[in-house]
């Protein structure tokens, strides 16, 4: 097949497209390296099957060249950070409102056959309700929150109106390899593996007690490979369907690095919500989707590549 992957250097969109080009499908990236990086994808430059575009999503003659002939979309590209939102909301919806709505009319233009979307859990909210289920009143807490929602609207118009088969994945708190921990927005997971290897206090927000369902980032290249070639359309929670505080995550951390150190307590951050868990029924049963790592298992690889650097 051939396919497009918007955001294909940066953490998640390198590993999907890894993934594709290892299995022998034409790939065409599309990043213009606000966060992605190119040695996330340095390792296929020789591959014949792999191409690079640098440019971003908001470049629609780029997009409608890209576009010409592909098979499918998958759709990574985004400004991902719920902090970055709330310091600048309009960038944020520039990108992931906006360039969303430029992929889905490309892929429209172009008779792409299905686009394949990274939403968020963000969406939900900070819902009481565990675990999430597909079906809930969205209740986004963050203007990235709410960009993820309406890039989501826009798939679901546009499978209907314009017959353009649409997937959103909504992820729950994606780790593993390649996720940049020095970026002042990076995730919790890969800032408390560097800290605890440095020997230096992790961070965190709030009392440690909040939850989170995590998942391996392979697992999310399986929900997304498996959402382009299966007939399903409509929206998935992608996640484990289990949740673990940030204190006992860091204990496993600890366990697994062999060094215990004591973390930093800061006040909670604004749009931050306490808890989250994926009802992951729905993927499974339409997507084929079953996580084949633990967060356990996902934290062992990704540290011991973190010691490798």
């Not at 993934?19 to 296929?44: A, I, M, P, Q, W």
Request: one cysteine or more; proline letters at 6%; glycine letters at 8%.
């Amino acid at each position: 097949m051939k396919y497009v992957v918007t955001g294909g250097a940066g953490f998640i969109g390198s590993h999907i497209t890894e993934y594709l080009v290892n299995h022998g499908h034409d790939v065409t990236v599309v990043d213009n390296l606000f966060s992605g990086k190119k040695e996330n994808l340095r390792h296929l430059c020789d591959n014949p099957h792999f191409h690079f575009m640098q440019g971003s999503i908001t470049n629609t003659v780029l997009l409608k060249e890209v576009c010409r002939d592909a098979d499918g979309i998958f759709h990574q590209a985004a400004i991902p950070s719920v902090p970055r939102s709330i310091q600048d909301p309009v960038a944020t919806n520039e990108v992931n409102v906006n360039g969303t709505l430029n992929v889905l009319v490309a892929a429209r233009d172009a008779g792409v056959k299905k686009v394949v979307y990274a939403s968020s859990s963000s969406v939900y909210g900070d819902t009481p309700t565990l675990p999430k289920v597909e079906g809930m009143n969205p209740n986004p807490k963050s203007p990235y929150a709410v960009s993820k929602l309406a890039g989501e609207y826009y798939c679901r118009v546009f499978s209907e109106v314009y017959g353009t088969r649409t997937v959103a994945l909504r992820y729950f708190n994606v780790f593993g390899p390649r996720q940049d921990p020095e970026s002042q927005y990076a995730a919790v997971i890969p800032r408390f593996i560097t800290r605890t290897l440095a020997g230096q206090p992790p961070v965190i927000y709030g009392d440690g007690t909040q939850t989170r369902d995590f998942t391996y980032v392979k697992d999310v290249v399986q929900a997304n490979v498996k959402a382009m070639e299966r007939n399903a359309e409509g929206v998935f929670n992608v996640a484990y369907n289990q949740r673990i505080s940030l204190l006992a995550l860091l204990d496993i951390i600890a366990e697994e690095t062999g060094m215990h150190v004591n973390p930093v307590f800061e006040p909670p951050r604004a749009g931050d919500i306490h808890d989250s868990q994926a009802d992951i029924s729905a993927a499974q049963k339409a997507l084929g989707y079953s996580p084949e790592y633990t967060v356990e298992s996902g934290l062992k690889e990704t540290i011991a590549l973190h010691r490798k650097k």
